[in-house]
T-cell receptor, first 111, second 113 residues
């Protein structure tokens, strides 16, 4: 079983739409949670950390449900520049600080 | 930009060859991790160095090895290359074991023919 599961998409949405991504993680000992964004043929870049209390950064809202082992990302008022792959990431400290990535969800925002 | 640099950008090798990939982590960071990202997949953890000591390893065979250097540098060596080793190899640095956020370099795209 994969440590992190997420819907690969693709999600094709019009500009201005609201889109939600979800993922689940298998190890209840996971300690930290993130969403990374990856543009085509580029490296992953940290979008935001995810906290149980929920956190917001502009048009982006992330939520963590530890009981259900579920992480979400909501993007409001989608822009063309939001087109990318969004990676759900959990950190498990196995001696090392080991990041486990989902396969990513591809988003295309259409004009 | 994260301040993490990697070289070379692209590399083409043939099966059975050996390759060395280089990473310079962000100044002040003392933890370097290496990841392999195959096409259409998320990155997978290879190993991590904390202050030049290996402190964790993912599910990769021993032919994947690392060499840490002072001054925030690290090499990834892969021996006896196989076709499935074709991937984007990413280096990530963080400020310490107690700090969770990792910042990625641009990666080295390795093609094995």
């Amino acid at each position: 079983r994969k440590e992190v599961e997420q819907d690969p998409g693709p999600f094709n949405v019009p500009e201005g739409a609201t889109v939600a991504f979800n993922c689940t993680y298998s190890n209840s000992a996971s300690q930290s949670f993130f969403w990374y964004r990856q543009d085509c043929r580029k490296e992953p870049k940290l979008l935001m950390s995810v906290y149980s209390s929920g956190n917001e950064d502009g048009r982006f809202t992330a939520q963590l449900n530890r009981a259900s082992q579920y992480i979400s990302l909501l993007i409001r008022d989608s822009k063309l520049s939001d087109s990318a792959t969004y990676l759900c990431v959990v950190l498990l400290k196995t001696g090392a600080n080991n990041l486990f990535f989902g396969t990513g969800t591809r988003l295309t925002v259409i004009p | 930009e994260t301040g993490v640099t990697q070289s070379p950008t692209h590399l083409i090798k043939t099966r059975g060859q050996q390759v060395t990939l280089r990473c310079s982590s962000q100044s002040g960071h003392n933890t370097v991790s290496w990841y392999q990202q195959a096409l259409g997949q998320g990155p997978q953890f290879i190993f991590q160095y904390y202050r030049e000591e290996e402190n964790g390893r993912g599910n990769f065979p021993p032919r994947f090895s690392g060499l840490p250097f002072p001054n925030y540098r690290s090499d990834l060596n892969v021996n006896a290359l196989e076709l499935d080793d074709s991937a984007l190899y990413l280096c990530a640095s963080s400020a310490g074991q107690g700090t969770d956020t990792q910042y990625f370099g641009p990666g080295t795209r390795l093609t094995v023919l």
